[in-house]
């Protein structure tokens, strides 16, 4: 059984190109209040780089509202490759996931793409739990989108909020977020999931 990798993300660009990959994408996340103008130098980097796509773990936004995403709009027009997208528990704190997910064209917060030989499925656990329903969503995609079918050799999941482990317990997640977290990883276990993209903690941290 092939072991995956946690990441937790602060703001801030990942390359994450393994073995697996013969290309690349960037990674950040918790970009909101960004005071500094951190989040247009990542745009204007990824942009200017051999990644293909970047990758925001969520928490675009404070709140959420109509002001909010229309400001986010502005910063990120200029970036002219995909911006794939995690909703955080501030995306949809006065907002809605019906309208995180219109923001961006998704189908739904808990969707799947394939970009090249991975796929991608993203989890919606913005409220601080990883519901039944949602585990059964990803049980069912991954089981879908197994590794060595139609050419798929990495399969990569991501969420806002990290699970529950041995060295980290997540702010703001529910009583049962510890019972939760062991359902997912019994399912990325199974599925062979290669990586686990989070963010939500606000530090840099990496475990096998």
């Known amino acids: 059984m092939r072991s995956f990798r946690a990441s937790i993300l602060v703001l801030g660009a990942l390359l994450w190109a393994g073995q697996a990959f013969a290309w690349a994408f960037g990674v950040c996340g918790d970009s909101r209040d960004d005071r500094d103008g951190i989040f247009p130098q990542i745009l204007s980097a990824v942009d200017a780089s051999d990644m293909e796509f ?3 773990t969520g928490d675009l936004v404070t709140n959420g509202t109509k002001a909010e995403w229309e400001a986010f709009r502005a910063i990120a027009s200029p970036f002219r490759k995909p911006l794939r997208v995690v909703a955080g528990n501030h995306d949809v704190r006065a907002g809605t996931r019906e309208r995180f997910a219109e923001e961006f064209g998704l189908p739904g917060t808990n969707y799947s793409f394939r970009h090249r030989d991975a796929h991608f499925a993203i989890v ?7 519901s039944d329903n949602t585990l059964s969503w990803l049980d069912r995609d991954l089981a879908a989108h197994p590794v060595g079918a139609d050419n798929i050799s990495v399969i990569v999941v991501a969420m806002h909020a990290p699970p529950r482990t041995a060295w980290i317990t997540p702010h703001g997640t529910g009583r049962d977020y510890g019972e939760q977290s062991g359902k997912l990883l019994e399912i990325l276990k199974r599925h062979r999931v290669d990586l686990l993209l989070c963010s939500h903690e606000h530090m840099q941290f990496e475990e096998d």
Do not use: R
């Open 54 to 56: 970047l990758f925001h």
């Open 124 to 130: 919606d656990n913005a409220g601080g739990s990883l």
